[in-house]
Every structure is written in C-alpha cells, then in structure tokens.
C-alpha cells in the first residue's frame, strides 16, 4: 500500500513523528491513537465543529438535528438523508450553500476564518487529524 498522506500531514509527521514513517492511511482502525483527543478530527477542524455545530449535531443530536457531528467517523458514514454521499459531503454542500449552521442557531454563524478551516479540510476530503490535540486546539491543524 502507498502512502496517501496529504502534503501538510507529511510534514506535521516530519516535524512531530521523524520516525513514523506512514500513519496516515485513512480510514485504517486505529491508525492514529494520538488523534483520539479530537475524536480522530484535525484539531483546528474539531474546535470550529465543537464551536458551530455540537450545539445541535451532538450524540444525541439536538433542535432536529438528523445526526452528530462529534468524531472523525461521524463524517464518513452515508449522509443523513442523501445516502449516495457521505456526511463530509453533505456538510460541504451544506456550509458552501450557507444552509449551516441555521441563520437561528443560537451558536451564530461560521466567522471566515472557521468557513476557510472547513472548507479546506472538505476540499481536502476530510482526512483523518494525526496529532493529538492540546488543550487550547495543539496540534493536527489543516492549514499550518
Ligand atoms: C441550531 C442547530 C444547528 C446547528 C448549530 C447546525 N446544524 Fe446542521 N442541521 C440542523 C438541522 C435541524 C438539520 C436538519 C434540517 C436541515 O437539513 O435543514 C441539519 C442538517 C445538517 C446536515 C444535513 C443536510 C443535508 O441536506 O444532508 C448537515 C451536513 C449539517 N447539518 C451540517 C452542519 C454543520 C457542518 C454545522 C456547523 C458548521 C451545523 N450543521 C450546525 C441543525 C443545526
């Protein structure tokens, strides 16, 4: 198997895990314990979710919310009600239309500079975070 590592995980592994060699492989269990503390998301990703969006889309989801959104598998599973996409795609759609989060949320919408965290990491394809995060976001970010 290659080494899919996107370009900013293979250096965060270089700086951090110098003899890590390739950790990233998406989607394989276990992969990546250090990633644990964001639930396996990128940190910087993981805080503008907990900030955004776990208001409603927590375990269980609250104000009809359809799912969570708390855990890196949480986006990977087929999407809420479009079962052909998965949730990461639908949560592109969704921030790219602005339909979320809902103009009511009591949580407010998306600053810029979280919309550019998301969308980064959506147009990336939502990779799996490989560092463990501190507690003011540490390390993992998408954009270094
Ligand atoms: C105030 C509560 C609330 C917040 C905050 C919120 N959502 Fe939602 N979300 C909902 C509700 C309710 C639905 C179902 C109705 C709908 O789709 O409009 C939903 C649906 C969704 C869907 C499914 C849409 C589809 O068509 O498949 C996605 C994806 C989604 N939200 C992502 C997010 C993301 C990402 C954030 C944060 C940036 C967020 N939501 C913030 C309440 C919320």
């Not at 989801?61 to 052909?84: F, I, V």
Request: proline letters at 12%.
């Amino acid at each position: 198997m290659t080494c899919h590592a996107p370009l900013w995980a293979v250096g965060l592994l270089a700086a951090v895990l110098p003899t890590a060699g390739c950790r990233s492989d998406r989607g394989s269990a276990g992969a990546s314990d250090a990633a644990a503390a964001a639930g396996g998301l990128p940190c910087d990703v993981a805080a503008v979710l907990k900030l955004r969006c776990q208001g409603c889309h927590a375990q269980p989801p609250r104000m009809n919310a359809p799912m969570p959104l708390l855990t890196w598998d949480d986006t990977q599973k087929p999407g809420p009600y479009d079962k052909t996409a998965l949730t990461w795609q639908a949560m592109r759609q969704a921030i790219q239309a602005g339909d979320m989060p809902p103009s009511e949320s009591p949580t407010g919408p998306l600053a810029a500079p979280e919309k550019v965290i998301l969308l980064r990491w959506l147009d990336a394809s939502a990779p799996r975070g490989t560092v463990a995060c501190g507690p003011g976001g540490g390390g993992g970010t998408v954009t270094p």
